[in-house]
């Protein structure tokens, strides 16, 4: 909270600057502001960034090495034995002494030195908090009076803001790179310690999944096989049958609301089509369970076929309504795109509507609509909670829709519940799962990629 307050105290010191700098601009010129190489504002945004970055940066800094600082200021005070104790029992003290000074009851009576040493991790935080606050209020203060007496006339503010808000640019987007590599490289590393325990043929080729793993040589049920295959015949099953549902539907109502439907028609089934979008899973888990799963259990029943209270084709009904407004939504919006003078030639040399929405509108939107069908399928692969409760947790290889089955994500969630050990190949293998989903995925995109490159080859 007080780091919050001294964001908000920076954030007005950039609002002060930018004003003061504004003026100090058309007084530098006694109102003859075509004078100025840039625009007052640009001199205000000059004057705010030098009066608010270098404090920001000192802010994010110091919640960045706070704790680590303060934890080795007070382990140093503490008593020799206990400095000398091994780094498990010692991030036990560390952490009994953060729970202290936080207000948070520990279950036994603290030791005197535990007190005290949270009474001095106390003390070190109240002392930062007023060091800091006396640093951002310098550094804002030096930057207003720099920015200030850097305004002349012939400054070139525009060029210097513009360079600046490309660098925050930059760097706002390398930390989504970096963000994203960090996530790789942990799966990877995970990965790689699972295989060093199951060997990579028997997780790739593998035809049975049963990762519990036996605590005593005599328990039973508890094998260990780590085989993949029959979670990844479940996820195709499920993720196929959903896309047979979502993208014919979804492209065709695309095509509709956008080439033959009414401007009223349109204007009431487009915000229905999104309001199913932004239905929670949980609820389309729901009725998976409790209706589609039933119903097709009696109409199987009724013509002599053996179906499960959970399967295959009943997550993946519902899986596949639950896609359709992302399809049709963004097929409608590439298709609208299209130009009209594409159409209007296609009709002037004879062609039909229906002629000139295949073989013109169509192929001319083939990139965002092999865009929207690469999300929902992504959509599908990923989504667990209506799998979970119209599908199940079996982990069956077959080929029977109307059989459970299970896939990637729902057992990466089941290995993750509870308190794991990150050192046993049941936990780890989590990470194998969703390494293999991210080589799926990265595959899918270079599909689509290939196929939009092959349209452009042909149409540019």
Request: charged content about 15%; hydrophobic content about 50%.
């Given at each position: 909270?007080?780091?919050?307050?001294?964001?908000?105290?920076?954030?007005?010191?950039?609002?002060?600057?930018?004003?003061?700098?504004?003026?100090?601009?058309?007084?530098?010129?006694?109102?003859?502001?075509?004078?100025?190489?840039?625009?007052?504002?640009?001199?205000?945004?000059?004057?705010?960034?030098?009066?608010?970055?270098?404090?920001?940066?000192?802010?994010?800094?110091?919640?960045?090495?706070?704790?680590?600082?303060?934890?080795?200021?007070?382990?140093?005070?503490?008593?020799?034995?206990?400095?000398?104790?091994?780094?498990?029992?010692?991030?036990?003290?560390?952490?009994?002494?953060?729970?202290?000074?936080?207000?948070?009851?520990?279950?036994?009576?603290?030791?005197?030195?535990?007190?005290?040493?949270?009474?001095?991790?106390?003390?070190?935080?109240?002392?930062?908090?007023?060091?800091?606050?006396?640093?951002?209020?310098?550094?804002?203060?030096?930057?207003?009076?720099?920015?200030?007496?850097?305004?002349?006339?012939?400054?070139?503010?525009?060029?210097?803001?513009?360079?600046?808000?490309?660098?925050?640019?930059?760097?706002?987007?390398?930390?989504?790179?970096?963000?994203?590599?960090?996530?790789?490289?942990?799966?990877?590393?995970?990965?790689?310690?699972?295989?060093?325990?199951?060997?990579?043929?028997?997780?790739?080729?593998?035809?049975?999944?049963?990762?519990?793993?036996?605590?005593?040589?005599?328990?039973?049920?508890?094998?260990?096989?780590?085989?993949?295959?029959?979670?990844?015949?479940?996820?195709?099953?499920?993720?196929?049958?959903?896309?047979?549902?979502?993208?014919?539907?979804?492209?065709?109502?695309?095509?509709?609301?956008?080439?033959?439907?009414?401007?009223?028609?349109?204007?009431?089934?487009?915000?229905?089509?999104?309001?199913?979008?932004?239905?929670?899973?949980?609820?389309?888990?729901?009725?998976?369970?409790?209706?589609?799963?039933?119903?097709?259990?009696?109409?199987?029943?009724?013509?002599?076929?053996?179906?499960?209270?959970?399967?295959?084709?009943?997550?993946?009904?519902?899986?596949?309504?639950?896609?359709?407004?992302?399809?049709?939504?963004?097929?409608?919006?590439?298709?609208?795109?299209?130009?009209?003078?594409?159409?209007?030639?296609?009709?002037?040399?004879?062609?039909?509507?229906?002629?000139?929405?295949?073989?013109?509108?169509i192929p001319a939107a083939l990139p965002g609509i092999v865009g929207s069908v690469l999300l929902g399928v992504s959509r599908a692969i990923g989504e667990t909670m209506i799998v979970v409760m119209a599908a199940g947790l079996t982990a069956n290889l077959t080929a029977n829709p109307f059989a459970a089955?299970?896939?990637?994500?729902?057992?990466?969630?089941?290995?993750?519940?509870?308190?794991?050990?990150?050192?046993?190949?049941?936990?780890?293998?989590?990470?194998?799962?969703?390494?293999?989903?991210?080589?799926?995925?990265?595959?899918?995109?270079?599909?689509?990629?290939?196929?939009?490159?092959?349209?452009?080859?042909?149409?540019?």
């Open positions: 909270m007080k780091h919050i307050t001294l964001f908000i105290v920076i954030v007005i010191l950039s609002a002060v600057g930018y004003y003061l700098g504004r003026i100090r601009s058309v007084k530098a010129v006694k109102g003859e502001i075509r004078t100025l190489h840039s625009l007052p504002g640009y001199y205000g945004f000059y004057v705010a960034l030098w009066c608010g970055i270098p404090a920001l940066i000192v802010l994010v800094l110091w919640i960045v090495f706070q704790s680590s600082i303060i934890t080795s200021l007070v382990v140093s005070a503490l008593p020799s034995d206990i400095q000398n104790l091994s780094p498990d029992r010692l991030s036990l003290v560390i952490n009994d002494i953060r729970n202290i000074a936080d207000g948070i009851i520990v279950s036994e009576t603290p030791d005197v030195f535990l007190l005290k040493a949270a009474e001095h991790y106390n003390g070190l935080k109240g002392v930062g908090y007023l060091a800091l606050a006396a640093v951002l209020l310098s550094f804002c203060t030096a930057g207003l009076a720099y920015g200030m007496r850097k305004i002349v006339p012939s400054m070139r503010a525009r060029v210097n803001v513009e360079r600046t808000m490309q660098v925050l640019m930059v760097l706002c987007s390398t930390v989504a790179i970096f963000t994203t590599i960090g996530i790789v490289l942990s799966v990877i590393f995970e990965s790689i310690r699972f295989f060093n325990q199951i060997p990579v043929t028997d997780f790739l080729f593998g035809l049975k999944w049963s990762p519990q793993m036996a605590i005593r040589p005599d328990q039973v049920g508890a094998d260990g096989s780590f085989g993949m295959v029959p979670l990844l015949a479940g996820t195709l099953m499920i993720s196929g049958i959903a896309m047979l549902i979502a993208v014919p539907i979804g492209l065709m109502s695309a095509i509709y609301m956008s080439e033959y439907a009414a401007d009223r028609v349109r204007t009431v089934v487009k915000p229905i089509l999104e309001i199913l979008a932004g239905i929670p899973t949980v609820v389309y888990g729901f009725f998976a369970a409790l209706t589609v799963a039933p119903f097709i259990r009696n109409i199987g029943s009724q013509i002599g076929l053996e179906v499960s209270s959970e399967s295959a084709l009943a997550a993946g009904l519902v899986m596949g309504i639950m896609i359709i407004p992302f399809i049709s939504s963004f097929s409608d919006d590439v298709i609208n795109a299209v130009p009209q003078s594409l159409r209007d030639a296609s009709l002037g040399i004879g062609a039909t509507k229906s002629e000139t929405v295949v073989r013109v509108v089955v299970t896939t990637f994500t729902v057992q990466i969630v089941t290995l993750l519940v509870g308190d794991q050990e990150f050192d046993s190949p049941k936990t780890q293998a989590a990470f194998a799962l969703g390494l293999v989903l991210f080589v799926i995925t990265l595959c899918l995109n270079i599909i689509a990629l290939y196929v939009v490159r092959k349209y452009r080859e042909e149409y540019e």
